[in-house]
Structure formats: structure tokens, C-alpha cells
């Protein structure tokens, strides 16, 4: 059973990057990716999978390094939190996209951040701030 979502979530993440990557405009990849879609697909396997190993998480087990590493010593909690990942470097890569067609950012420019977001999640959000530094132009506010 957890092989096989492994595998589902996996695959779905996949095909969110996949879309961003190399469709980013078409009417599929706004109403599936970026409208959320995935990202909150994950965040509901999150809740349900957490909610169904509660017992399993104490409290005090996130207030240090070596309580953490034991949390995800069992198979339940290392998935919980691959879900977790993944939800949230596809928001991010979704906000990506997003913001680089509101501000004119090439998206031959986003790619590269995109794919540093999949593998890297932080790098890659940093590599888009700084792409987004050096093509927006800032934009000029009326002197009255």
C-alpha cells in the first residue's frame, strides 16, 4: 500500500513538472497545476496520512534534531513527509510560473529555476528571484 502511493505521488508530481516545464501556458497545465490542483491532492494525502499515524507523532519528537531523525525511521512518517515535499516545491515551481507570466520573465529563463526547484526545492526559488532581478525591468511610478 505505501509502495504504491509512493509511486502514484510520484508520478502525479512528474507530470505537474513535466507541464510546467514544457506547457506552461496550455489550458490543461492552468486548470491541473496551476490552479493547485496537484499541490492540493498532495496536501490531502498529507492530512489523511498524518491524521491515520497521529499516534505515532509526539510533540516533543519536532523540538530536536535526534527526536526528528527518529520520527522518520518508520516508513509511515518518511512518506508523510515526501508528500510533504512534494506539495510544496510544486506550489512553489506553480508559483514560479506564475509570477514569471505576470512579470514578463522568459520562460526559457524559468526552466532552469524549475527544474533546480524539483530536485533542490530552496535553490531553485532563490535561482528565480535572482532571474527575476536581472529581467524586470522595474516599472516607473507616475510623479504627480
Known amino acids: 500500500m505505501l509502495e504504491n ?6 508520478t502525479v508530481a512528474l507530470v ?3 507541464l510546467l516545464i514544457f506547457a506552461p501556458g496550455w489550458q490543461w497545465t492552468r486548470r491541473i497545476v496551476l ?3 496537484i499541490s492540493l491532492f498532495f496536501a490531502i494525502i ?9 499516534a ?4 516533543d519528537s519536532f523540538s530536536t534534531l535526534a527526536g526528528v531523525m527518529n520520527l522518520f525511521t518508520a516508513p509511515q512518517a518518511v512518506l508523510i513527509g ?3 515535499y512534494l506539495a510544496f516545491d510544486l506550489f512553489v515551481g506553480c508559483w514560479e510560473v506564475s ?5 514578463g520573465v522568459p520562460h526559457k529563463f524559468v526552466i532552469p529555476c524549475l527544474l533546480f526547484t524539483f530536485m533542490l526545492g530552496p535553490t531553485g526559488l532563490l535561482m528565480y528571484w535572482v532571474v527575476r532581478q536581472l529581467t ?3 516599472k516607473m511610478e507616475a510623479n504627480f
Open 136 to 138: 524586470v525591468k522595474p
Open 16 to 18: 505537474g513538472w513535466l
Open 46 to 54: 498529507y492530512v489523511v496520512m498524518f491524521a491515520l499515524n497521529i
Open 82 to 84: 515526501w508528500v510533504h
Open 99 to 103: 509570477n514569471a507570466q505576470k512579470t
Open 5 to 10: 502511493l509512493f509511486t502514484l505521488v510520484n
Open 35 to 37: 490552479s493547485l490542483g
Open 56 to 59: 505515532a507523532f509526539k510533540l
